[in-house]
């Protein structure tokens, strides 16, 4: 978390959530699909934000590992030979994944910063109740809520190019 806060200190921070389909063999189709040079929503987003002329840290998050990492691969070789920005990327990745985005990543102002899952401590949750879920979610949950939809207003002001320039 440290290496997270002290990145978005001088850079603007945004979070892509990939979206998965939620079983085995639909993730599969998609990654051939990606294999094939289909794009999906979040690799033009990020290919976007990566065309920017703004210092970006990106946080990649989304159910599917396996997505996530091949949505940046696919952003980062649709970029290929093109201007992109100081960008720093951070996604959970093992290190097979990480080898191969290493190999594939083209530009020498993109830094990818990797969180290794096994490393990461169990998370349990101190709140029990599953019947009030979404009418009175914890403080964590809400707090992760508000800033994703921050940083979705702000991903689509900025490929709108409609960002306010002062704060």
């Known amino acids: 978390m440290t290496a997270i806060m002290k990145m978005t200190d001088s850079t603007e921070m945004y979070f892509l959530e990939v979206d998965s389909p939620g079983n085995l063999i639909s993730e599969?189709?998609?990654?051939?699909t990606f294999e094939m040079g289909q794009s999906t929503v979040a690799i033009d987003q990020l290919v976007q934000l990566l065309s920017t002329d703004t210092e970006l840290s990106?946080?990649?998050?989304g159910k599917s590992q396996t997505l996530n990492v091949a949505t940046v691969k696919n952003a980062l070789i649709k970029t290929e030979g093109k201007?992109?920005?100081?960008?720093?990327?951070?996604?959970?990745?093992?290190?097979?994944?990480?080898?191969?985005?290493?190999?594939?990543?083209?530009?020498?102002?993109?830094?990818?910063?990797?969180?290794?899952?096994?490393?990461?401590p169990e998370v349990s949750s101190s709140w029990?109740?599953?019947?009030?879920?979404?009418?009175?979610?914890?403080?964590?949950?809400?707090?992760?809520?508000?800033?994703?939809?921050?940083?979705?207003?702000?991903?689509?002001?900025?490929?709108?190019?409609?960002?306010?320039?002062?704060?």
């Open 58 to 61: 990106v946080g990649i998050l």
């Open 28 to 32: 599969k189709l998609m990654l051939a």
């Open 83 to 120: 201007p992109v920005a100081a960008t720093t990327i951070v996604l959970v990745a093992n290190k097979k994944q990480q080898e191969i985005l290493g190999n594939v990543n083209p530009h020498q102002d993109v830094k990818l910063v990797y969180v290794d899952k096994e490393l990461l």
């Open 128 to 167: 029990h109740s599953t019947d009030h879920t979404e009418e009175y979610p914890d403080r964590a949950t809400q707090l992760q809520r508000d800033v994703q939809n921050q940083s979705n207003h702000e991903m689509s002001d900025l490929l709108r190019n409609t960002y306010p320039k002062t704060r």
